[in-house]
Every structure is written in structure tokens, then in C-alpha cells.
């Protein structure tokens, strides 16, 4: 079963265009890829353009692999005129992440379980924090 997520970036001129990936969206396996390898908004913006895959990989060449158009299909960008506008009509999955320029820093946030949007890093140490808990209770 797909752990379900959308991927959003954020460009310069405000605009926001966002894809689909199917598996392991969870904050442990998406979220800490992107967290860890996909800082860099120029990464971001062709890892979008790939428009929509089944899998997040590590480099944006090994995600190509997994990428609908491998399969013959047509590339799926959503694209919003800016952040406010993707707010409201953005594609709604389990996990949604974004990179936002935040007072010049390059800055992932997350939306899941129809919750707010929260700094990505926080929401990691957060689950962390919360499995830990239950690993001691």
C-alpha cells in the first residue's frame, strides 16, 4: 500500500509547481530524503520536472527511474500562481512537502494528516521525539 505524498517547490517569482509520488511519502523515508539531498532549489526544480514518480530516490537521475514517464505516461505538474493559491488548490495527499526561500534560506515544510504546515526538520525531531516515548512507555 503507497504511503501517498506530493512534492512543491516554490520559484523565485512566487510561483509553485507540485508532482505525485506513490510510495513511502511517511516523514522517516520522503521527508528525510528530502531533508538530506534536496536543499539545493535548482535539484528541486528538475526533480519536478520529472513530473510525478512512484519512488523518491536519493539523486534526481535514480527518481527518473521511477518517473510516470517511464511508463509512457504524460507529465503532471500542477502549477499554482503562488503560494496562497497553491494552499487552496494543491493536489491533497497524506504528506505534502514544499520548499519555500524563507529570509534567503532554501527551507522544507510539511503538511500531513490535513494538519498546518510545519518546518520539515521540526516535524522529523518531533516523530523522533514521539517513537522514542513509546520505545521507553
Not at 538530506?36 to 528541486?44: C, N, S, T
Not at 520529472?50 to 527518473?64: D, K, N, Q
Request: aromatic share 14%.
Amino acid at each position: 500500500m503507497g504511503t501517498r505524498s506530493t512534492i512543491a517547490l516554490e520559484f523565485a517569482d512566487g510561483t509553485v509547481e507540485q508532482v505525485y509520488c506513490h510510495w513511502d511519502g511517511y516523514l522517516s523515508n520522503n521527508g528525510q530524503i528530502l531533508a538530506k539531498h534536496y536543499m539545493d532549489p535548482f535539484k528541486v526544480k528538475e526533480l519536478v520536472a520529472l513530473g510525478g514518480f512512484s519512488s523518491l530516490c536519493a539523486t534526481v537521475e535514480e527518481t527518473a527511474v521511477t518517473a510516470y514517464t517511464q511508463r509512457g505516461e504524460d507529465i503532471l505538474i500542477d502549477k499554482f500562481k503562488g503560494y496562497e493559491d497553491y494552499v487552496l488548490n494543491h493536489q491533497y495527499e497524506e504528506y505534502e512537502y514544499i520548499l519555500r526561500n524563507i529570509d534567503g534560506k532554501a527551507t522544507w515544510f510539511v503538511c500531513y494528516h490535513d494538519g498546518a504546515y510545519v518546518d520539515l526538520m521540526q516535524a522529523i525531531m518531533d516523530e523522533q521525539d514521539r517513537e522514542a516515548q513509546e520505545e521507553t512507555a
